[in-house]
């Protein structure tokens, strides 16, 4: 039918449509256009915020480094205050902990990795912060403390460290046949695979000193395995200090 119009009417179609559909074409250019720019704006704060906390982070760990604890106490409160949605939040809560057990300051430093437990987005940090708190539980003569701190949470791929940190906790609390199925269930679960363990000669030389201690009938895998069941996925694995160091 277009064929048998002259271009004058065809002109006049094509401004008919124009002011029917005008408003909506330019409303979806405006739309796109503010949308990209939205992107690219909050992509380029995205790294400026970024970049600035690890900048805070890392005059922080030069403060520790230096020993000025003052110092690394204000960066903490600016990142908290300023960059609470950064990673370098929890990493500076971690730094504080470890300074804080160096010092035997054991109170302070549980509170620094209870923080990260609790509030940490990243759910593998905060397992490692978890298992961190219960061994300065264990440090501070509070075994029962440890095992709940351990206790109604899904490991993930943690698994045979908190089975080893829990038999920590039952040893402290001169429960050795409790202990050695824990440590066993730990060597059994980092055995097939489940990853997130620790140091597996020392968790070995742990269950070597309770055996001879312990009569055969008293202690079992399975139940302790079951208490802890493997998942799937893998972490990366944190450091499994001895019981009596708990600022790894």
Known sequence: MDDYLSEKEQWERVLRWLRENGLWILAGVVVGAVAIFGWQWWNTHIDKVNGEA???YE???LDLGKGDRTGALILVAELQRDYASTPYVDQAHLAMARVYVDSKELDKAAAELRAVSQ??????LALVARVRLARVQIAQ????????TLDGVDPGAF????HEVRGDAEFAKGNKAAALTEYRAARTADASGAGG?????LLDLKISDLVAAVPP???SVPAAAAALAPTSGSAPSPAAPAPQNPSK
Request: hydrophobic share 30%; no cysteine; proline share 6%.
């Open 54 to 56: 690890s900048a805070k």
């Open 59 to 61: 005059q922080l760990q």
């Open 119 to 124: 509030q940490s987005k990243d759910k593998q």
């Open 141 to 148: 003569q509070k075994p029962d403390d440890a095992l709940a």
């Open 159 to 162: 698994v045979p460290l908190f």
């Open 197 to 201: 363990g620790g140091d597996t000669s």
């Open 217 to 219: 009938s008293a202690s």
